[in-house]
């Protein structure tokens, strides 16, 4: 390393060559930590960042992305004196050197706690908001990776958020996600993500509702729909996942504002093609549809006339989290009342539940049971059926667990009442 830093200094053809060598070099851990501790070598990189020849320029960044790769956060803190110059090159000359320092910042974000407090009062987040309006797709992605990162450090929600929702950063990141599938599909994941972790970390999200944050992920849910069946680009699952949060998230804090049956059948085409190849949409379509039906009777009857029921019930055996889940939106549809339970009872629910109950599984069993609770409820002969099908000794081997007793015990009363009682 020593020898290298001496070429660095040499003539402009050795100095070229010895910082190759040295990017190169730069790509082990341990040569990284020697590197950061040598006297002036960091000044040497600096001023070699900061020349005005593009090529060693250029030299230069590729050295100090090495650097930022470091899991070591003394190496992400000797980089301190750079953040500065690398936040003035993000308006750079060629977009290669341009994504260079975004992805070095993004790095350095992610190790060092230091960095992060240094970059807020030096302007990284308008230096961002400028630089999310560039055309290129590749400086897009930059910028989606260092806001990601930002977004998800500790101290965020009080301290990042609120300056990224007061700056015009809101508003591109919900039009490059939407136009992930004309435009550039890394950035709209990237964005995605960063949408999703201002919503999941931030207690009211009124900018992004003032933007029409719901409309606009549920037309692009419908559009992602509607290209499965044919051409879906690859890595579609990694947009169709967090855009899936989003919305979730927003309805949760918010009601239900959408009343769009197409929005259902887009769930479900999404559950049908993802099903095999990338399981774990599941549980996220679940945890939406069950946001959509939770208070709203409108999607409870749609999902019931548009008879997707039988395609809901075919989830049970995906997996402990999809079951619960499952067994949480049948319990939102009986909750509506006699003629969702009549609907219900059509299809073949109770025979299904009877082995839910046998499990081991103490979440989904309890979730069986509130979905019983409200069969037996509004339709007491569901409890005589489920009776004859072997339900009394189901519920009997409950009556011993103690966060389940009580409700089981009050199951056996009810199937046991006569009916019309």
């Not at 400028?130 to 301290?159: F, T």
């Not at 435009?183 to 999941?200: D, K, P, R």
């Not at 059509?346 to 509130?370: F, K, R, W, Y």
Request: with cysteine; aromatic share 4%; charged share 15%.
């Amino acid at each position: 390393v020593l020898e290298l830093l001496r070429g660095v200094h040499r003539g402009s053809e050795d100095r070229k060559g010895s910082l190759s060598r040295l990017r190169w070099a730069l790509q082990n851990e341990e040569t990284q930590q020697k590197f950061v501790r040598l006297d002036g070598s960091m000044r040497t990189l600096t001023g070699l960042f900061t020349s005005s020849l593009a090529d060693m320029q250029l030299e230069a960044a590729r050295c100090l992305h090495e650097l930022s790769h470091s899991s070591d956060p003394t190496v992400a803190e000797a980089c301190l004196p750079v953040t500065s110059y690398l936040l003035t090159y993000l308006s750079g000359h060629s977009v290669e050197f341009t994504e260079l320092c975004l992805y070095t910042l993004g790095n350095l974000v992610v190790e060092s706690e230091a960095v992060r407090k240094q970059l807020l009062p030096q302007g990284i987040i308008p230096v961002l908001a400028s630089c999310i309006q560039s055309p290129h797709e590749a400086v897009l992605e930059g910028v989606g990776y260092v806001l990601s990162q930002l977004l998800q450090a500790k101290e965020s929600p009080m301290e990042i958020i609120p300056l990224v929702l007061d700056s015009v950063l809101p508003q591109h990141m919900l039009r490059l996600v939407c136009s992930g599938l004309k435009a550039g599909m890394g950035a709209a994941v990237e964005f995605a993500w960063c949408l999703h972790y201002i919503i999941c970390r931030h207690k009211s999200n009124t900018v992004l509702l003032a933007l029409g944050a719901v409309p606009a992920l549920t037309s692009l849910l419908l559009d992602l729909a509607s290209e499965i069946p044919q051409d879906a680009p690859e890595g579609l699952e990694l947009l169709v996942c967090p855009v899936l949060r989003c919305l979730s998230n927003l309805l949760a804090e918010t009601g239900c504002p959408v009343q769009d049956e197409r929005l259902l059948i887009a769930l479900f085409l999404i559950l049908q093609c993802f099903l095999q190849q990338h399981p774990f949409l599941v549980q996220e379509c679940l945890w939406l549809l069950n946001n959509l039906t939770a208070d709203d009777p409108f999607f409870c009857s749609a999902l019931l006339s548009l008879d997707l029921l039988p395609a809901l019930l075919q989830l049970l055996p995906c997996s402990q989290m999809a079951r619960v889940l499952v067994l949480t939106v049948l319990c939102n549809i009986a909750e509506k009342g006699l003629f969702q339970c009549q609907q219900l009872l059509h299809q073949p629910v109770l025979p299904l539940l009877l082995p839910i109950l046998t499990l081991p599984d103490s979440e989904a069993v309890g979730q069986c049971l509130e979905l019983l609770h409200l069969l037996f409820l509004h339709c007491p002969e569901a409890a005589a059926d489920f009776t004859r099908q072997g339900g009394q000794q189901a519920l009997e081997q409950h009556q011993s667990t103690p966060e389940l007793q009580e409700r089981a015990q009050a199951l056996l009363d009810m199937a046991r009442q006569p009916l019309g009682a």
